[in-house]
């Protein structure tokens, strides 16, 4: 029993119901690779499947923008994910998910690519019971392991960013009524800062999180008027770091949301929110918002372009309550591949997107079919410019200059689908830093190439 418990780590000890939970995920994905699962029709009860991603990262530059300082990255990212669902009845289902990633190091500031390969955790990517319309009625439930997005990801997307893309997951419960067009959901997560609700392989005990955070929220949907959503939301957050090196934050968040089209060739969407609550013993007050509007041309290769604007509040060091924005669970490289390492070395941590101003003009093309091709070109802005001497940033440090332009980001991205199960991508950012950073500060540049299999 003990080398049993030594295998599932210290999780597997504490947690029968996290015991259960795995022997049943296993079943599960045991049974659904049998005859009676998803290859008897798509009318079976069961049914399974598996991706695999292999990308690889090049990084040039992107925490310190020097030339000078050796601390570019090069490697390669696996992901392995298996998936099974099983209704039992109309309306219900169990849905369970296992995932893997490894990195192979070619290149690393901290000399990763000299040590020994290592598989890195087997983790349980998802895990939770679904009900629709329970009985008849208006009620919906998701209880369990489950990714949630709410709109665009503005505020919601990522439960964990410090793992990167490997997973997305919520710890939560969620209870949805519907009538018409209309429809309100409730939901309520708590999100450890490692893994301590379900069983590890090979537990590393991974920061997914820099602290615990639990919350709840209202999100109402209306799509009675025609061609426009409305979106309406409240959502409470509290972030609980048990080394107490970040304060201890409540954050209460109110917003709205708007997308319709106009004519046959426009599409718009604007998002609001103000936030409230405290930071330490600082009174809270934050403002974001973002806006877009896209045309579509009915031209051959089905060009568009989007023009959009980005504002996140930042703190005004010069008063006693805190302003700065904060990105609840949307920390996700949601404006940028390369810019959220950036935001980890020199400002509040990985994707924390807050003191930002984006101005973007999106190109889309499909020369061919199963091809697109996007380019982008963003001025990044801050509305409190001179960090060098702002408190409470994970690491203050020379990086920073007195202005308030952060810079110029361009990229282009070349994605492509081979039928069914293969896909993947090429992408190249650039990043031209101004004032915001110090002066003299190089080029940065990301690179990334992906393959995708899906079955």
């Not at 208006?138 to 709109?151: E, K, L, W």
């Not at 410090?162 to 969620?174: E, I, N, P």
């Not at 070395?345 to 091709?373: K, M, Q």
């Not at 293969?422 to 190249?428: A, D």
Request: proline share 4%.
């Amino acid at each position: 029993m003990k080398a049993l418990v030594s295998v599932f780590g210290v999780n597997f000890a504490r947690s029968r119901v996290s015991k259960w939970c795995l022997v049943l995920a296993a079943a599960i994905i045991l049974q659904s690779t049998f005859p009676s699962g998803s290859l008897a029709g798509e009318s079976s009860e069961f049914d399974w499947g598996f991706r695999e991603r292999v990308r690889q990262a090049y990084l040039l530059n992107g925490f310190d923008f020097s030339d000078d300082i050796d601390a570019d990255r090069n490697y390669i990212r696996v992901r392995s994910q298996l998936w099974a669902s099983w209704a039992p009845v109309d309306g219900w289902k169990v849905y369970a998910g296992l995932n893997n990633e490894h990195r192979h190091w070619f290149k690393s500031e901290k000399g990763l690519q000299d040590e020994d390969f290592e598989i890195d955790e087997l983790i349980v990517e998802n895990f939770y019971l679904s009900a629709e319309r329970i009985g008849g009625s208006p009620f919906s439930i998701v209880a369990g392991r489950q990714n949630i997005a709410y709109g665009e990801g503005f505020l919601m997307m990522d439960g964990g960013p410090l793992d990167g893309s490997r997973t997305r997951y919520f710890d939560a419960v969620r209870v949805k009524a519907e009538r018409g067009a209309r429809s309100v959901e409730v939901h309520f997560i708590t999100d450890t800062s490692w893994d301590r609700h379900m069983p590890v392989v090979n537990p590393l005990y991974k920061k997914l999180v820099e602290y615990d955070e639990t919350g709840a929220g209202l999100y109402y949907i209306d799509e009675s008027i025609e061609g426009k959503k409305l979106e309406g939301y409240y959502f409470y957050k509290n972030e609980n770091d048990e080394d107490d090196f970040f304060p201890e934050s409540d954050i209460h968040t109110f917003g709205g949301r708007i997308t319709g089209k106009y004519g046959g060739h426009l599409d718009y969407v604007a998002e609001l929110a103000y936030q409230t609550g405290d930071m330490g013993d600082a009174a809270r007050r934050g403002f974001g918002g973002i806006a877009s509007a896209t045309w579509s041309f009915d031209r051959r290769m089905d060009p568009s372009v989007k023009a959009g604007f980005v504002y996140l509040s930042g703190d005004d060091p010069s008063t006693e309550d805190f302003e700065g924005w904060n990105p609840l669970y949307s920390r996700f490289p949601k404006w940028s591949e390369m810019y959220i390492y950036t935001l980890a070395a020199t400002e509040r941590g990985a994707a924390y997107w807050e003191n930002l101003i984006i101005y973007h003009l999106n190109f889309v093309i499909n020369p061919v079919s199963d091809i697109t091709v996007e380019t982008v070109f963003c001025l990044l802005m801050a509305p409190q410019g001179d960090l060098a001497t702002m408190p409470g940033l994970i690491k203050p440090n020379p990086v920073f200059g007195e202005g308030d332009t952060r810079g110029l980001m361009s990229k282009v991205k070349l994605s492509w689908r081979l039928k069914k199960y293969l896909s993947g991508h090429l992408l190249w950012e650039r990043f031209d830093p101004g004032d915001y950073y110090f002066e003299g500060a190089d080029t940065g540049h990301f690179l990334r190439c992906e393959l995708m299999f899906e079955y």
